[in-house]
């Protein structure tokens, strides 16, 4: 048994996930079960490797169609970072509109801070 | 319409041109068929009527003027509802965002309807995208128009499903593992996942961010190339997307196979692959062969390992990017004497259970103590996926596999055994670690009819290759192979 129900229940309070006894206990056999089959990824011999840190490759772009469009792209072919300029951003209202609790400018939750 | 004839982006254009329909008639006759059909297939969780007949006014007003018209003008689409739309409730499929009215589009459909398009509504999917067979949805499960007792596949399996139903001419899904190419194969209609970054996220609610990719469903190869040209390229709105130009799809179908150098990885044929759907695979790529493609042979070594790692990396993932909903900023909350009880109050009943699953199994593997063991590891051996493709790729231009294991199964077939699920995924989500394209083509049906799927692999921004090889195999007939 590679997971515990202390195990689940950790893991539900770092996720807060209010779960019931029956699901920790569902849960904690399905876990094992699917923890067990990825077991199968310490067969393998990691020296060497390095973990991959980008979906793409860096040289992707070279081996790309090239157009004149393609110069917006760093030398490495990876995107652009974009001028630091300020742009208007006038959304929060229509952010504040989708809140359960709002009382513009603000979200409103239950109290935090006991005093 | 009928099903014998459904539209297809080219007649619609050309029935509007010669003004024997117009935008707002063709929307109006889709909103009836889906009337019909919805309450059987349930594809659809929420009908933007408002938004389609403007959309198609303008269309029919450009018609009218004599004005020219862009690529997608009066295509009926269906979106799914992971996709932001604008004053269109859009909740993933969960309850969670039952409430959730976005204040914003996303760049694709954005896209979309500058080229025209005319969205109908938001189809159902797997909750937040996780799933193979749509079961996961809080809004009840997708019928597959193909056999109504089986899956549509997941995890977008209302897109899927109201294409293959002629409910709409062409859909957008998202892939993270598989989830349009897998629907794609059981509902019997093509599916493109374009590599990582080729179509911008802005505006796709997140799973899996290192994965998720929004892609086009239709009933034929032309139409996907004409969505894929609309929604391609890049956005300054998502630092992912990539700046490589978007060539003419639509011209790159056309073009002849030429010294096309095809593999068939002995690695995607092994235990698990149901013998009809073997058969099909290898009767489509032996009508490749016929068609000039030279076969070579091709080893991927880590194919194995690809479940085991997919799904470390993508829960990880998913348990930070679904800590977002917490009762605070949008969606459902439930309310309580403390902020942490809210959260979790919320949480407890906005998520089903595959999310709870996936949320504590990330959770557990990003966790200190575990998470070298298992997330770092896992990013090792995607390392070691994307080589084993880097290397097939000096070798061959495309790798066949096929798409799906099994054809559709019936309703409630694996809901027991999340591990059977995930292992519906065992084809495709190779493609989605190593970032490259992958499209699912129909390839022939099984002896009680149901479609079976072949999977083309293309390398990085290889989508106009993709696609003219699945159109040289469409026209050869492969799809009925």
């Given at each position: 048994m590679t997971i515990s129900r202390e195990d689940v229940l950790r893991v539900a309070e770092l996720a807060h996930l209010e779960l019931t006894p029956a699901e920790v206990e569902l849960y904690r056999g399905q876990l094992d079960e699917i923890l067990n089959y990825v077991g199968k990824l310490q067969e393998l011999d990691m020296a060497g490797v390095e973990p991959m840190a980008q979906v793409l490759p860096r040289d992707h772009a070279a081996a790309s169609h090239s157009a004149p469009g393609a110069s917006a792209a760093g030398a490495d072919g990876h995107p652009e970072l974009r001028d630091d300029v300020v742009r208007p951003c006038d959304v929060a209202d229509a952010v504040l509109a989708q809140a359960p609790d709002a009382a513009k400018p603000f979200f409103r939750v239950p109290k935090v801070i006991d005093r | 319409m009928s099903a014998a004839t459904p539209w297809t982006i080219a007649g619609v254009r050309d029935a509007l041109l010669a003004k024997k329909i117009s935008a707002r008639e063709l929307?109006?006759?889709?909103?009836?068929?889906?009337?019909?059909?919805?309450?059987?297939?349930?594809?659809?969780?929420?009908?933007?009527?408002?938004?389609?007949?403007?959309?198609?006014?303008?269309?029919?007003?450009?018609?009218?003027?004599?004005?020219?018209?862009?690529?997608?003008?009066?295509?009926?689409?269906?979106?799914?509802?992971?996709?932001?739309?604008?004053?269109?409730?859009?909740?993933?499929?969960?309850?969670?965002?039952?409430?959730?009215?976005?204040?914003?589009?996303?760049?694709?459909?954005?896209?979309?309807?500058?080229?025209?398009?005319?969205?109908?509504?938001?189809?159902?999917?797997?909750?937040?995208?996780m799933g193979s067979s749509n079961e996961n949805s809080a809004y009840g499960p997708v019928r597959n128009p193909v056999a109504l007792d089986r899956v549509p596949g997941g995890s977008s399996g209302g897109s899927a499903a109201a294409v293959a139903a002629g409910l709409a001419v062409a859909a957008l899904g998202t892939d993270t593992g598989g989830s349009i190419r897998q629907p794609g194969a059981c509902c019997g209609i093509p599916a493109l996942m374009p590599t990582y970054g080729r179509v911008s996220r802005y505006g796709l609610i997140a799973f899996a961010s290192s994965l998720d990719?929004?892609?086009?469903?239709?009933?034929?190869?032309?139409?996907?190339?004409?969505?894929?040209?609309?929604?391609?390229?890049?956005?300054?709105?998502?630092?992912?997307?990539?700046?490589?130009?978007?060539?003419?799809?639509?011209?790159?179908?056309?073009?002849?196979?030429?010294?096309?150098?095809?593999?068939?990885?002995?690695?995607?044929f092994g235990e698990g692959l149901d013998a009809e759907v073997k058969a099909n695979v290898l009767a489509g790529i032996a009508l490749l062969e016929r068609l000039g493609c030279r076969q070579v042979p091709l080893k991927m070594p880590h194919t194995d390992y690809a479940i085991a790692t997919y799904y470390v990396i993508a829960t990880a993932e998913a348990s930070s990017n679904l800590a977002r909903y917490d009762g605070v900023r949008y969606g459902l909350r439930v309310p309580a004497a403390t902020l942490i009880e809210m959260?979790?109050?919320?949480?407890?009943?906005?998520?089903?259970?595959?999310?709870?699953?996936?949320?504590?199994?990330?959770?557990?593997?990003?966790?200190?103590?575990?998470?070298?063991?298992?997330?770092?590891?896992?990013?090792?051996?995607?390392?070691?996926?994307?080589?084993?493709?880097?290397?097939?790729?000096?070798?061959?231009?495309?790798?066949?596999?096929?798409?799906?294991?099994?054809?559709?199964?019936?309703?409630?077939?694996?809901?027991?055994?999340?591990?059977?699920?995930?292992?519906?995924?065992?084809?495709?989500?190779?493609?989605?670690?190593?970032?490259?394209?992958?499209?699912?083509?129909?390839?022939?049906?099984?002896?009680?009819?149901?479609?079976?799927?072949?999977?083309?692999?293309?390398?990085?921004?290889?989508?106009?290759?993709?696609?003219?090889?699945?159109?040289?195999?469409?026209?050869?007939?492969?799809?009925?192979?």
């Amino acid at each position: 048994m590679t997971i515990s129900r202390e195990d689940v229940l950790r893991v539900a309070e770092l996720a807060h996930l209010e779960l019931t006894p029956a699901e920790v206990e569902l849960y904690r056999g399905q876990l094992d079960e699917i923890l067990n089959y990825v077991g199968k990824l310490q067969e393998l011999d990691m020296a060497g490797v390095e973990p991959m840190a980008q979906v793409l490759p860096r040289d992707h772009a070279a081996a790309s169609h090239s157009a004149p469009g393609a110069s917006a792209a760093g030398a490495d072919g990876h995107p652009e970072l974009r001028d630091d300029v300020v742009r208007p951003c006038d959304v929060a209202d229509a952010v504040l509109a989708q809140a359960p609790d709002a009382a513009k400018p603000f979200f409103r939750v239950p109290k935090v801070i006991d005093r | 319409m009928s099903a014998a004839t459904p539209w297809t982006i080219a007649g619609v254009r050309d029935a509007l041109l010669a003004k024997k329909i117009s935008a707002r008639e063709l929307a109006k006759e889709f909103f009836a068929q889906i009337d019909r059909r919805n309450a059987e297939l349930n594809a659809f969780l929420t009908l933007s009527p408002d938004r389609a007949y403007a959309q198609a006014d303008r269309v029919d007003a450009r018609v009218s003027r004599g004005e020219s018209l862009p690529p997608l003008a009066g295509v009926p689409v269906a979106i799914k509802d992971v996709i932001s739309t604008k004053g269109v409730r859009t909740t993933c499929g969960s309850k969670i965002l039952e409430p959730y009215i976005p204040p914003y589009d996303a760049t694709a459909i954005e896209r979309l309807e500058n080229a025209g398009a005319v969205i109908l509504g938001k189809t159902n999917c797997d909750e937040f995208a996780m799933g193979s067979s749509n079961e996961n949805s809080a809004y009840g499960p997708v019928r597959n128009p193909v056999a109504l007792d089986r899956v549509p596949g997941g995890s977008s399996g209302g897109s899927a499903a109201a294409v293959a139903a002629g409910l709409a001419v062409a859909a957008l899904g998202t892939d993270t593992g598989g989830s349009i190419r897998q629907p794609g194969a059981c509902c019997g209609i093509p599916a493109l996942m374009p590599t990582y970054g080729r179509v911008s996220r802005y505006g796709l609610i997140a799973f899996a961010s290192s994965l998720d990719r929004i892609g086009p469903f239709a009933t034929n190869i032309a139409d996907t190339a004409a969505v894929m040209g609309v929604i391609a390229g890049h956005d300054s709105n998502d630092s992912t997307s990539a700046a490589v130009p978007v060539p003419d799809y639509g011209a790159e179908i056309e073009r002849p196979l030429e010294g096309i150098r095809i593999g068939v990885p002995e690695d995607y044929f092994g235990e698990g692959l149901d013998a009809e759907v073997k058969a099909n695979v290898l009767a489509g790529i032996a009508l490749l062969e016929r068609l000039g493609c030279r076969q070579v042979p091709l080893k991927m070594p880590h194919t194995d390992y690809a479940i085991a790692t997919y799904y470390v990396i993508a829960t990880a993932e998913a348990s930070s990017n679904l800590a977002r909903y917490d009762g605070v900023r949008y969606g459902l909350r439930v309310p309580a004497a403390t902020l942490i009880e809210m959260y979790r109050k919320t949480r407890d009943r906005g998520f089903g259970p595959e999310v709870k699953r996936r949320i504590v199994l990330g959770t557990y593997v990003l966790s200190s103590g575990y998470y070298d063991a298992y997330y770092l590891r896992a990013q090792k051996v995607r390392s070691l996926i994307a080589r084993d493709f880097a290397a097939a790729f000096e070798k061959v231009d495309f790798i066949l596999t096929p798409t799906a294991p099994t054809p559709a199964f019936k309703l409630g077939e694996k809901t027991a055994d999340p591990l059977q699920m995930y292992l519906a995924d065992i084809y495709t989500v190779t493609g989605s670690l190593a970032g490259v394209p992958g499209i699912s083509v129909p390839c022939g049906k099984t002896k009680i009819g149901l479609p079976v799927g072949l999977q083309i692999f293309g390398t990085h921004f290889s989508e106009g290759g993709v696609l003219q090889l699945a159109r040289a195999f469409e026209k050869a007939g492969g799809f009925s192979v």
